[in-house]
């Protein structure tokens, strides 16, 4: 299962140098709000590349699955998960949270969308195309995750049994980044690299020809720094009393 990529160390590695890291949110977001935080994966190669940041105190990391956190009874005042809980079982993961949070005690799930050039509308080989080319190739590795990550996480609200529940959509994120960020990007995604894995060269060759176009379509260098726009989706909900 591609989930699996993830321990490996090299794609971990890449992972949280290209994307918007969990780690980081957790340290930066919720350390000051909470007094412990802990990040679990199941992969232990994330849970590394998650111990080499700097971080305060009441942070740490721990290999885990979801769906058993081994937190005590009643003890959790807040859950979220970054991009993931697409692979969760979610029957399973349900019963944990209504186990370990407390009464109100809450969940966030989120996700995001491949990140969105910005100011570029007008070119005659439009950034969006160039980038659905690409996922237009990688079709075929696609799996049933994919989908709940493409249908914003409709399939992971509806599995949430707790009746206070909400969506949180549209939420935008604007990012500076350069051309070759973004090709990183686009390398450290499961399906890009299910393909190279399978077709190395032909997977290579695609990627060069993405930068390539976007390049001679928006007329800079791949370390022209342009603006990003992030979608992100969210799924809250509240364990009741
Ligand atoms: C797309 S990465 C996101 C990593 C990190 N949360 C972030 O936002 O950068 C998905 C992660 O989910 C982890 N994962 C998948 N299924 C899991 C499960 N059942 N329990 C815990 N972690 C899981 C994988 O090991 C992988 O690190």
């Known amino acids: 299962m591609a989930v699996y990529f993830f321990e490996e160390p090299e794609h971990a590695a890449r992972y949280q140098k290209y994307r918007p890291s969990t780690p980081s949110q957790l340290q930066e977001g919720l ?7 802990v990040g679990i994966d199941l992969s232990e190669a ?3 590349e998650a111990r080499k940041m700097d971080g305060p105190d009441n942070v740490s990391y721990r290999q885990g699955v979801a769906e058993e956190m081994k937190f005590e009874d009643g003890s959790v005042d807040l859950v979220t998960v970054g991009a993931a809980a697409h692979w ?8 944990e949270l209504a186990r370990i949070l407390k009464p109100h005690g809450c969940v966030a799930l989120y996700c995001y969308e491949v990140p969105h050039l910005l100011g570029y509308d007008h070119c005659s080989d439009h950034p969006t ?3 659905q ?3 237009t190739i990688l079709k075929p590795y696609e799996t049933e995750v994919n989908s709940i990550v493409w249908n914003e996480y409709k399939e992971v609200f509806d599995a949430i049994t707790f009746p206070d529940k909400e969506r949180a959509e549209d939420i935008y994120v ?3 980044k350069s051309i070759s960020w973004f090709i990183r990007y686009l390398n450290s995604s499961v399906l890009y690299q299910s393909y190279q894995k399978e077709d ?5 060759a695609s990627l060069e020809k993405v930068e390539q176009r976007l390049l ?26």
């Open 31 to 37: 350390a000051s709000h909470f007094d412990k935080v």
């Open 46 to 48: 994330q849970i590394e």
């Open 88 to 95: 969760f079982d979610m029957e399973k993961f349900m019963k």
């Open 129 to 131: 195309q160039i980038v």
């Open 133 to 135: 080319d690409l996922f």
């Open 174 to 176: 604007k990012l500076k």
């Open 200 to 204: 190395p060269e032909n997977a290579k």
């Open 216 to 241: 001679n379509a928006l007329g800079v260098s791949s370390e022209t720094v342009v603006e990003f726009s992030m979608k992100y989706f969210c799924v809250l909900a509240s364990k009741p009393e």
